[in-house]
């Protein structure tokens, strides 16, 4: 009991640690900067982390499981693959927030009237369809290309803390995956507020700051491919 209680202790704050690496946070901030609000950021971390503890718990049932591993080669072609996705991401924000359109909006609420800049986009029904599609499969299949990448340093403490177990090492690798999904939505819920405050109050803020992480995106990526080269 007393070790089954370690290998949550360890895989949960492990797991809380991980969500937040540079890449996993600004790959979703980008993602959240080109459809902003609490809800649809926080549908983009969940499905971030969907898909990054999918390809982790699968990497852990061919490693434990069959006894194979993850080659060498492709880990280091997933981690040149997050800095394209990223750099990807942050030129895909580029054009859709010049694709957007400003508009000013007024509202009357009890009695007071007060204007606000809303961002809005012009789109047809398929249009909508398809972009609700985009936006559900995109975070996960960057979130299954971050758990490759990242699979190595995830699972090099599962033997010490699994003895052996395939039982134990999916216990540690599921509560991870919780750590993971947990530290994302806290993240998504903070970064949605602020975008939601900054949309409706300092619109002109809220521009150059979509901007600042669309060029951040950018500029990581180059960094990450430079890295795994």
């Not at 009695?111 to 985009?134: F, I, Y």
């Amino acid at each position: 009991m007393d070790a089954y209680f370690a290998i949550i202790l360890v895989g949960f704050g492990l797991g809380l640690m991980h969500a937040l690496d540079a890449d996993h946070v600004m790959a979703v901030s980008s993602l959240s900067s080109t459809r902003p609000g609490i809800r649809k950021t926080l549908r983009f971390c969940a499905h971030w982390a969907l898909g990054h503890s999918s390809i982790l718990l699968l990497s852990g049932l061919l490693l434990f499981g069959l006894g194979l591993s993850i080659p060498q080669a492709l880990q280091t072609s997933a981690e040149m693959l997050v800095g394209v996705i990223l750099i990807v991401l942050g030129l895909w924000c580029f054009y859709a927030f010049r694709r957007q359109a400003l508009r000013l909006v007024e509202h009357t609420h009890e009695g007071v009237t007060h204007t606000h800049w809303h961002v809005t986009a012009s789109q047809s029904r398929v249009a909508h369809t398809k972009q609700k599609a985009a936006d559900a499969h995109a975070p996960v299949m960057v979130g299954v290309v971050h758990g490759l990448a990242g699979s190595a340093p995830a699972l090099a403490l599962v033997p010490a803390v699994a003895h052996g177990e395939l039982t134990a090492a999916l216990v540690y690798l599921l509560v991870f995956s919780f750590g993971v999904m947990l530290s994302m939505l806290v993240f998504g819920l903070g970064f949605g507020a602020a975008q939601q405050y900054l949309q409706q109050q300092h619109i002109k803020l809220f521009n150059r700051c979509r901007y600042g992480i669309a060029a951040a995106s950018v500029i990581m990526g180059a960094y990450w491919v430079s890295r795994a080269i």
